[in-house]
């Protein structure tokens, strides 16, 4: 049986999410400061993988979906805070991404 349009939309933004959290990390591993991007690349990693777990919840139904979602949201929005601090297309991809993520985990978390 598919799932629900908004289990699917969170689990579709959780995993772009988790996509551009690597590619971000992976890019920040190549600028010039790397230093520089430290809390970045720790944030995106941390990111990455709360959403491919809240990802798999709500894939699962699981009974602790609304409280892994609501946990991803707020990941998400630390590091799509962290991203919007600097300056590089890689960081504002993420940073969207985490929003987008954010949004449709805490509609699970509310609604689920």
Avoid: Y
């Avoid at 349009?5 to 600028?31: F, G, M, Y």
């Amino acid at each position: 049986m598919p799932l629900a349009s908004a289990h699917q939309a969170c689990v579709d933004a959780c995993n772009a999410c988790a996509a551009a959290c690597h590619h971000c990390a992976a890019s920040c591993l190549r600028e010039d400061d790397v230093q520089a991007m430290a809390r970045c690349i720790a944030l995106d990693i941390d990111c990455a993988a709360a959403c491919q777990f809240a990802a798999g919840a709500v894939a699962r139904g699981s009974e602790l979906m609304a409280a892994v979602c609501s946990t991803c949201a707020e990941i998400c929005d630390a590091c799509g805070d962290e991203c919007d601090r600097h300056g590089h297309d890689h960081c504002k991809a993420c940073a969207d991404a985490c929003r987008a993520c954010a949004d449709a985990c805490r509609k699970m978390s509310i609604g689920g």
